[in-house]
């Protein structure tokens, strides 16, 4: 999967931004209050998260257009641990350090968890 993310990364460099942008964009959502939100689940393809305001200032739809590829050729990887693995791969691409990665998030079906 994060091989098929560079290859993402290597063909379009804006994807760099795209994708560090979308997995901070997703992990921004979580609120302490309730402790909805954040990457698990990736409720930010949904609204009401694709909708609030700071997630509209990010292109969170062009980063998860080009995440669909990798989806369909991983069905097997939750949204979720796609956003934040290329989230990794971006911030590694650009810095050249290695992160450690932790997979198990499960996606939700909607966005009303988020309500």
């Known amino acids: 999967v994060r091989s098929s993310i ?22 921004r959502t979580f609120r302490q209050t309730d402790y909805r939100g954040g990457c698990n689940g990736a409720r930010i393809r949904f609204p009401p998260e694709s909708e609030w305001s700071d997630n509209l200032r990010v292109d969170t739809n062009g980063a998860l257009d080009a995440l669909e590829p990798i989806k369909q050729a991983h ?28 997979g198990g998030r499960v996606d939700d079906d909607s966005g009303d968890a988020s309500i």
Do not use: R, W
Request: charged share 15%; net charge negative; glycine share 4%.
């Open 75 to 102: 069905p097997d990887v939750s949204y979720a641990d796609l956003i934040v693995l290329a989230g990794h791969t971006a911030i590694e691409h650009s810095s050249g350090l290695k992160m450690n990665f932790c």
């Open 6 to 27: 560079q290859d993402a990364i290597d063909t379009d460099p804006t994807n760099v931004a795209a994708f560090a942008s979308l997995a901070f964009a997703c992990s």
